[in-house]
Structures are given as structure tokens and as C-alpha cells.
């Protein structure tokens, strides 16, 4: 059974930092593109960013400058490094993972994605 967990979520103060992790499970996602996504009560889920299976990235031009996504593939897990948050990035964040290898666009749409997280709520307070 395939998982993918993440971790990192709280509380912060504006201009304050969090570092969400993904780690999965049940397969390896080497080779496959992995994302993170959010999303508020009400909304429809919107993308942050998206890192491909070489390695190459994609942000929301709202978190671009701010927030960083990485992978580690020994460890089968992905991460988002989130700076100089604000009260507007208040979400539930949830980790995606592609079931299709060495894509050749980081996709920026829920539905390209196969395996989501039960996701992390982040709340920042201004």
C-alpha cells in the first residue's frame, strides 16, 4: 500500500519559517515527479511547487523567492522549506506523488498527480 505522510506543520509567527517533510511509502517515487499542494476550507486545492524526477523545480509565483521544495530519494521523501511566511499562506499542505516516471513537465494540476498525503495543517498568525 502506497503512503505518503507528511510531517512539519504548526503554528508561526509572521516572517517565521517551517519545513514540511513527505516521506513515502509502499513504493519508490525515484523517477517520478512529487509536489506539494494547499489548501483552505472552501477553496480548491492550489499548487505550491512541484520538483521533478531530475531534480528541476516549480513554484506558485505567490511563494517564488520564499518557499523551497526538495527530494532525497535514498530516503524516498520530499520537503518543503517555507521562509518569510505570511498569514495568507495559512493552509492544510498536502505532499503529492506522480504514479508515471521521468515525466517531462513538472504538472502544476491535482490531476496529474496519483498518491496524496492526508496532509499538514499550517497556520500563521500576523
Known amino acids: 500500500q502506497v503512503q505518503l505522510v507528511e510531517s512539519g506543520g504548526g503554528l508561526v509567527q509572521a516572517g517565521g519559517s517551517l519545513r514540511l517533510s513527505c516521506a513515502a511509502s509502499?513504493?519508490?517515487?525515484?523517477?517520478?515527479?512529487m509536489g506539494w499542494f494547499r489548501q483552505v476550507p472552501g477553496m480548491e486545492r492550489e499548487f505550491v511547487a512541484g520538483i521533478s524526477w531530475s531534480g528541476s523545480t516549480k513554484y506558485a509565483s505567490s511563494v517564488k523567492g520564499r518557499f523551497t521544495i526538495s527530494r532525497d530519494d535514498v530516503k524516498n521523501m520530499a520537503f518543503l522549506q517555507m521562509n518569510s511566511l505570511m498569514p495568507g499562506d495559512t493552509a492544510v499542505y498536502f505532499c503529492?506523488?506522480?504514479?508515471?516516471?521521468?515525466?517531462?513537465?513538472?504538472?502544476?494540476?491535482?490531476?496529474?498527480?496519483?498518491?496524496w498525503g492526508q496532509g499538514t495543517q499550517v497556520t500563521v498568525s500576523s
Open positions: 503529492a506523488a506522480e504514479h508515471d516516471m521521468f515525466a517531462r513537465v513538472i504538472d502544476a494540476t491535482t490531476t496529474a498527480y496519483n498518491y
Open positions: 509502499g513504493r519508490t517515487f525515484v523517477g517520478s515527479n
